[in-house]
């Protein structure tokens, strides 16, 4: 069975997967079994195409590259928008990478419910629609027969959400703690090389890692989107992220920093999440002073780190690329491979 | 569909996985859908027994704790060696966890063919026959149509060959290197902490980290086997044993120590494997002088950990326990539910 993907929307992280793909295609093939053609790309900026027996991915990149538009690919049907072309295409599987909003989680959460609702399995990077409604479109998608999955929302494509669902699925999860965010990552490790905040800000601005407006990242409301993702859909909680504590980086000055070394510690903004007695699950994202022997300390730059808490194997740490053109790309591949596993057996 | 498992092998590591079974048994029906029976356990210092509706585990445990026997276990079939077991009873999956001889493989070897032999999936940790076979090994479990896994035969239960073979499939591994025995890991850690390696070496003898003959985890040869299986497994390599340069921690000094230190770095056991540009993998055993920036130097005492480098997500290491009676038992628990996962849907 071939699966016939569309993308919503083609920005980096879909352009990232799409170089996967097309660099991949044929030891998908050989390898796995897994064949796809790409029919239909739709971009609320760039335009967008159909074509029912497939779009030649490398000529769409590079007009993408190019040009910047879709709309001047040669063959196919051109204009139709985001819901158009989940509704009325023939792909079997959506990419939905249009922009995030964590606050309303929109245009994403229709455009996952539009494909839901017609039966198409859904892939995603953007924690939006996760972090503010993961039971209600995880029942949609089970209600409708097919998959939906989101390991990009987590640490991009490092083993994140997979690990906690699918390979500690049974070790007992009391815990959950780690980096989620490069930025403040980042920042916090050039304040410990000496750098003041606002110049270490700069820097991560400068290099592309924090946006003009790093609020998002330095408030920790990029972390606390993520800690919302793992306390219900790893932990078993039911949480909304006016729920959960939440502070950032922009409070932590460089004699914390200093004040933190003399004590063989160092300073990483921690989103966390803890099973209580009743079963309930509490969340929470601040500055935590962590010991230099604990490998959550030796997670420097904008590398991310999640440490789970079990009762069989006691704490269990992966540490990997948060975020990232492939690394993020290849996200969407490793959960686009696991639809394919399960509706393929 | 009921799993009837039977345990070859009784001894710590089982003893481990039937704890959990026995714990968990509500659980793994209520949320996974998983339902089994342990219907045969065979031992050979500790005896057998064979009842096809199913043992009482609690009763079980219960005997081998207080008796360190198995035969007055009150129904069911005494006096069945492991062979008759495999091949008998009415079990579906078998539980390898005889004892491990890495230079022959044996008798697991003959144990897990027989198994496939007569259709009957096998769950081991044992790196003998892996480490000796894997190839051989998983061609005959396909040609008979059974599931084999081995989770547990690198860093126990912390994900590790899953890691390399399932979530980071399609990122194009290069390489892998990491700290796969506790045993040489917490020598290192004590001699920074200012022991002697003999001094060290006992300490680890008393905590039972190391055996009182400690070549084969202060030689590299543990470490050794261990890196053949990701080799073969993970890599796509074809090497044995003989092929790989193995050097262990014997000739480490309290100097060597310290000029690392001087060098802000300290040396761990590391044991790794390549793609050459030919297609093939090489493998080596090697004691290695760290940066302490790197997440490998921050994994001290008995745990382990494991660096991929890949394509897509450039470096992704998993730290965890590499050895105890639950971390053991678990790795076996998650082989049997990726075999139920498989043969289920």
């Known amino acids: 069975m071939i699966t016939r993907i569309a993308f919503i929307g083609f920005g980096v992280v879909g352009q990232g997967l799409a170089e996967i793909l097309l660099e991949q295609k044929n030891d998908l093939k050989n390898q796995i079994g897994f064949e796809f053609e790409v029919v239909a790309v739709s971009d609320k900026m760039k335009g967008s195409v159909y074509n029912e027996v497939g779009l030649d991915l490398q ?3 590079e007009l993408v590259k190019s040009t910047g538009k879709i ?7 051109k204009g139709w928008d985001s819901l158009k072309t989940i509704t009325e295409t023939n792909a079997n599987l959506i990419i939905e990478v249009s922009w995030t909003d964590i606050n309303t989680g929109e245009p994403a959460i229709t455009h996952i419910k539009t494909a ?3 039966h198409k399995h859904v892939v995603m990077t953007n924690k939006g629609p996760i972090a503010l409604a993961a039971r209600e ?3 949609m998608a089970k209600t409708n027969g097919v ?3 989101f390991e990009g929302t987590v640490l991009s494509g490092t083993p994140a959400i997979n690990l906690g669902v699918n390979n500690l699925a049974s070790s007992k999860i009391t815990k959950v703690a780690g980096i989620v965010n490069g930025t403040t990552n980042y920042i916090l490790t050039e304040m410990e090389k ?3 905040y606002e110049e270490a800000l700069k820097q991560a601005q400068k290099l592309g890692y924090a946006e003009a407006d790093p609020t998002a990242d330095v408030e920790g409301f990029d972390a606390l989107g993520k800690i919302v993702i793992l306390t219900n859909v790893v932990m078993g909680g039911n949480i909304t992220k006016d729920q959960v504590p939440c502070q950032g980086i922009t ?4 004699q914390d920093i200093d004040e933190a070394k003399k ?3 160092r300073w990483k903004l921690i989103a966390g999440a803890e099973l209580k007695d009743d079963g309930s699950v509490e969340a929470y994202v601040m500055p935590k002073k962590i010991p230099l022997d604990h490998p959550l300390a030796a997670v420097s730059g904008p590398i991310n780190a999640l440490t789970y808490t079990t009762k069989y194997l006691g704490d269990v740490t992966v540490i990997g690329p948060g975020a990232g053109r492939a690394a993020t790309g290849y996200a969407l591949l490793t959960d686009i491979l696991d639809i394919h596993r399960k509706i393929s057996r």
Do not use: A, N, Q
Request: charged share 35%; aromatic share 4%.
């Open 251 to 254: 409070k932590i000055t460089s």
């Open 263 to 265: 004590e063989s510690k």
């Open 137 to 139: 479109l995880i029942s």
């Open 194 to 196: 000496g750098l003041k």
């Open 59 to 61: 000529k769409l990149l």
């Open 147 to 149: 998959e939906m999955r």
């Open 71 to 77: 709309d001047e690919y040669p063959e196919g049907i």
């Open 116 to 118: 839901i609702g017609c």
